[in-house]
Nanobody, 124 residues
Framework: VQLQASGGGLVQAGGSLRLSCASS????????MGWFRQAPGKEREFVGA????????VYADSVKGRFTIDRDNTKDTMYLQMNNLKPEDTAVYYC??????????????????WGQGTLVTVSS
């Protein structure tokens, strides 16, 4: 499975960005896809995730109400819409996937496949 993340950039506080994660190499629709982020000197943390075939996305408390995950099944692509960005959202954002499951896990070690990361910088 290959994951290609894109859409990062520099934005002012209060602004918005939309990240994309295109998946290829697997036809398994029973999967969970998630977003994680890692700021310098910090551990990779859960942002949100969605079970591809069922259920609503779940989010970390720090982004709830500001970030939204949606998906396009026809393109096998997941999106992260980030609104009202804050300087503390600055990080490299990664998309990840775990196949053959429907239960969402919040720990990064639970995910086998990873995209290359895209940098989001929020200036104050």
């Amino acid at each position: 499975v290959q994951l290609q993340a894109s859409g990062g950039g520099l934005v002012q506080a209060g602004g918005s960005l939309r990240l994309s994660c295109a998946s290829s190499g697997s036809t398994d629709t029973s999967k969970v896809m998630g977003w994680f982020r890692q700021a310098p000197g910090k551990e990779r943390e859960f942002v949100g995730a969605v079970s591809w075939n069922a259920g609503s996305p779940v989010y970390a408390d720090s982004v709830k109400g500001r970030f939204t995950i949606d998906r396009d099944n026809t393109k096998d692509t997941m999106y992260l819409q980030m609104n009202n960005l804050k300087p503390e959202d600055t990080a490299v954002y990664y998309c990840a996937a775990r196949l053959g499951v429907t239960v969402i896990h919040r720990t990064y070690r639970s995910y086998r496949y990873w995209g290359q990361g895209t940098l989001v910088t929020v200036s104050s």
